[in-house]
Structure formats: C-alpha cells, structure tokens
C-alpha cells in the first residue's frame, strides 16, 4: 500500500473547478510533486515543490497544502485535462521515493 | 532543454534479466539524481531506484533484491538492470531526471522524463 493516499476518481463538468487530493504523513516534512499522466505518454510535471507551476504548465493548475494534505487544483478544467494525476514525495524514512494511488480525473 | 532517450529490451523470458539503457542530451549529470519508474498494465506509477553522479543508489525496498541500477559518465547514461524477471515485471519502464534538494521542507520531482519502453516478460 502507498504512504500517499490518493481518491481513485473525480469527475468534472467542462470549465469547472476540480480539486485532486493527497494524504500521507510525510507530507508534513516533504513538499509534493504532481504529475499528469496521459495513456501512452510519458508522466508531465505540473508542480512541484508544493506550489510551483513548471513553465508552459497553463495557470489553471495550482497547489496547495496544509498538514499531511495536499491540493492540486484545476480552475477552468479543459477538455485536454482528461488524464490521470499522481502525487509524489518520499516516503516515511526519507530514503526513498513514493508516488500516490493516482486519481483519474474525468472532464464531462 | 535536456531531453531524455532510453532504449533497451522490449520482450524476455521468465528468469531472464531485464536491461534498460537512458541517454542524457545536453545536460550533464552533476546536481541530479537519475531515475527509473514503471508502470504496469492498469497499475499507477512505481519508483524503482535512483543513482547519484557519485554513484550512490537508494533502491525501492519491495525491488532491492534484484535491481542494480549504474551510471557511465563519460558517455552520459544511465542504466537498470532487473534480474529473474517475471510476468508481474511487465510495464512500461521510464527514466527520470529527479532534483532533490532541502530546506525549511524537503523537495523531490521528477523532470523531464523518458518517452517509455515497453517491456514484456513471457514465455
């Protein structure tokens, strides 16, 4: 079982907001990383760093956290959004690395 | 802008060793970790392993036993090598480029990564 928890699916409605979560203990010490993961491509990092947006990542992702949670949100979610996103950080020890369940994001 | 190519073997045989080979274009390898995450069919992402330019690896404790992963400086790869494959090996396999660094929290992302290889393990 992954440290990182993650829900397994959230659905929505074109140009709405979506709210993707990640829970672990190790997020009190560590900052998260977020990824997108599209069928057939390599993963995209879309933040890092808890609350930093790779250049040419649109300004409609962003992030957030608090405690052991953390907070990807998509404001105005496009139709390209469509994909599944994965939370990383390490793992308890602080010697290795964890990635999240993922959580499939559907845009209706 | 680095980019990342990997190549290596695309099918094996149960017991055989799995060999994965990633090329570094223009970056170098100082300041970085090197990666190896998977990804099995309908399965979310895996970490495999990281080496450092110094060549320290930190292995994931589930795969240790049978993983090595290497470096070549001179010629800017990276490799992973998985010994005794079985089927529950097949994934898409991708290199990383991870940045690690510390502070008031620590940070830890992956960028850029590979394209993927394929990698089926059957008899």
């Known amino acids: 079982s992954s440290e990182l928890t993650q829900e397994p699916a959230v659905a929505v409605a074109l140009g709405q907001t979506v709210r993707i979560t990640c829970h672990g203990d190790?997020?009190?010490?560590?900052?998260v990383s977020w990824y997108q993961k599209k069928t057939g491509q390599a993963p995209l990092l879309v933040m890092y760093a808890g609350t930093f947006r790779p250049s040419g990542i649109p300004e409609r992702f962003s992030g957030s956290d608090s405690g052991s949670t953390a907070l990807l949100t998509i404001t105005g979610a496009q139709a390209e959004d469509e994909a599944d996103y994965y939370c990383?950080?390490?793992?308890?020890?602080?010697?290795?690395?964890?990635f999240g369940g993922g959580t499939r994001v559907t845009v209706l | 802008q680095v980019r990342l190519q990997q190549w290596g073997t695309g099918l094996l045989k149960p017991s055989e060793t799995l060999s994965l080979t990633c090329r570094v274009y223009?970056?170098?390898?100082?300041?970085?970790?090197w990666s190896w995450v998977r990804q099995s069919p309908g399965q979310g992402l895996e970490w495999i392993g990281q080496i450092d330019q110094s060549g320290f690896t930190s292995y994931s404790p589930s795969l240790a036993s049978r993983v090595t992963i290497s470096i070549d400086r001179s010629r800017i790869q990276f490799f992973l090598k998985m010994n005794s494959a079985t089927a529950a090996d097949t994934a898409t396999y991708f290199c990383?480029?991870?940045?690690?660094?510390?502070?008031?929290?620590?940070?830890?992302?992956?960028?850029?990564w590979g394209h993927g290889t394929l990698v089926t393990v059957s008899s």
């Open positions: 990383n950080t390490r793992d308890s020890s602080g010697d290795h690395v964890v």
């Open positions: 190790s997020l009190r010490t560590d900052y």
């Open positions: 990383a480029r991870a940045r690690e660094y510390g502070g008031s929290r620590h940070t830890h992302y992956f960028d850029p």
């Open positions: 223009d970056g170098s390898f100082s300041g970085y970790l």
